[in-house]
């Protein structure tokens, strides 16, 4: 997948599948999202299987700015359940949409964790909107601009019409 007679087939397969669900799962929440795909699934290794594939998707303002707004009115109706004294109610597009994110410092009631990724830590993933600043940045950290060392590159998908 990407990587030319790269070791570890079968662990790629695995991580190239979930990259899939992944950006099926974007785009049917942010059609026009445009990804960047990184990290050692997209480079060749003989020493180790990739472990996640790096994706961040950028999404137009306007659309980022419409899902949020659906998320929160999501949650606040199950947050004002809760308030009143109900089981709150479940959110499927706010969870279709946050199971995206890598989160980090997660706490729940039993444990907390420094980083929860999506698909079992198959993917390591983020969501921003499509703005020049964003896109420069995720540019030079990737490309390796921002550490001094040899520029490299990273996979662009642009979704199909």
């Not at 990587?3 to 026009?32: E, G, N, T």
């Not at 137009?60 to 109610?89: M, N, S, T, Y």
């Amino acid at each position: 997948m990407f990587v030319r007679q790269a070791p570890y087939s079968s662990a790629r397969r695995l991580l190239f599948l979930r990259l899939r669900d992944w950006a099926d799962q974007c785009w049917s929440i942010l059609p026009k999202a445009e990804l960047w795909i990184d990290g050692s699934f997209v480079r060749y290794s003989a020493d180790q299987a990739p472990f996640d594939v790096d994706v961040v998707a950028f999404a137009e303002l306007e659309d980022f700015g419409a899902v949020w707004a659906r998320v929160r009115d999501e949650l606040k109706l199950a947050e004002e359940d809760a308030r009143l004294g109900g089981e709150p109610r479940k959110c499927p597009f706010a969870m279709q949409f946050l199971s995206l994110w890598t989160m980090k410092k997660v706490r729940t009631d039993r444990v907390s964790a420094p980083r929860i990724q999506p698909f079992g830590s198959s993917v390591d993933g983020f969501l921003t909107p499509k703005q020049t600043s964003a896109q420069y940045s995720w540019d030079r950290s990737w490309s390796g601009l921002a550490a001094g060392g040899p520029e490299k590159g990273y996979l662009e998908v642009i979704p199909s019409a």
